[in-house]
């Protein structure tokens, strides 16, 4: 069993920025997927990045692209989320999830992430 915890979260003005971490439990961490998502209040639960286990591959839902970006560590088995020009709309709760299995594709579902954290909050102030 792999434990995530994410942190990072915070309030923040329109335009600013954080950076968010998702720290594992385990080294085979480094071999796994991990995907950022994110739930506002009402909505579904969507994926906002996603990154191969060697870091080569990523994946960003269209609304973030350019703003966010997404990286590893797989030395210090964390996974960042770095989130630029924030917009009021990004305000959610943000989770990673890590996927163990070798898929020859980045998995997009949240069905296919077995492992997740508790969240950290964002909210983007006006």
């Known amino acids: 069993q792999v434990k995530l915890v994410e942190s990072g979260g915070g309030l923040v003005q329109a335009g600013g920025s954080l950076r968010l971490s998702c720290a594992a439990s385990?080294?085979?961490?480094?071999?796994?997927?991990v995907g950022w998502f994110r739930q506002a209040p009402g909505k579904e639960r969507e994926i906002v990045a996603a990154i191969s286990w060697s870091g080569g591959g990523t994946y960003y839902v269209d609304s973030v692209q350019g703003r966010f970006t997404i990286s590893r560590d797989n030395a210090k088995n964390t996974v960042y989320l770095q989130m630029n020009s924030l917009k009021p709309e990004d305000t959610a709760v943000y989770y990673c999830?890590?996927?163990?299995?070798?898929?020859?594709?980045?998995?997009?579902?949240?069905?296919?992430?077995?492992?997740w954290g508790q969240g950290t909050q964002v909210t983007v102030s006006t």
């Open positions: 385990q080294r085979t961490f480094s071999t796994y997927v």
């Open positions: 999830a890590a996927d163990p299995r070798p898929r020859p594709y980045i998995p997009m579902r949240k069905n296919e992430y077995d492992y």
